[in-house]
């Protein structure tokens, strides 16, 4: 077998210069995806003005939170549509999760009966026919 040597460790000047090196490559990567992120930021700024003042607001979904404000007036506020789709489909996963998981439960559980079932009467007929008795004596015997 041969032994293993292992590649020789770079010095210190070198392992500094290749740290800077990183640095630098990523702090210049980081920057230009700030740089992005802020003309993405002011394009949909710039966008959803536009949108917003020439589009009505939603109306108040059937969901609508009323709360008394701070003056003692009434205060409505609705989550948007989106969220209430997202809800709406997670009760309905959560439902169907909950039923599946009840329901083989009880699949699983009545399997295990048939089963155990099944083993007795194959050893109370076993126990039957080495006895000599009918399988109905046998039957008395097991729990």
């Known amino acids: 077998m041969r032994p293993l040597h292992a590649a020789p460790m770079p010095s210190p000047e070198e392992s500094a210069e290749a ?23 002011a394009a949909l700024a710039e966008k959803g003005g536009a949108v917003g003042a020439s589009s009505p607001p939603p109306a108040p979904a059937a969901s609508a939170i009323t709360t008394m404000g701070n003056t003692g007036g009434l205060t409505s506020s ?13 009760r309905e996963y959560h439902d169907f999760i909950s039923k599946y998981i009840v329901n083989s439960q009880l699949e699983k559980q009545r399997a295990v009966i048939a089963a155990e079932s099944k083993v007795r009467s194959f050893y109370e007929e076993k126990l039957a026919s080495l006895s000599g008795s009918p399988p109905s004596a046998a039957a008395a015997i097991a729990p």
Do not use: D
């Open 19 to 41: 740290l800077r090196a990183y640095m630098v490559k990523s702090g210049e990567r980081s920057a230009k995806y700030e740089k992005e992120i802020q003309e993405l930021k």
């Open 78 to 90: 609705a989550p948007p549509a989106t969220n209430l789709a997202a809800s709406q489909k997670i």
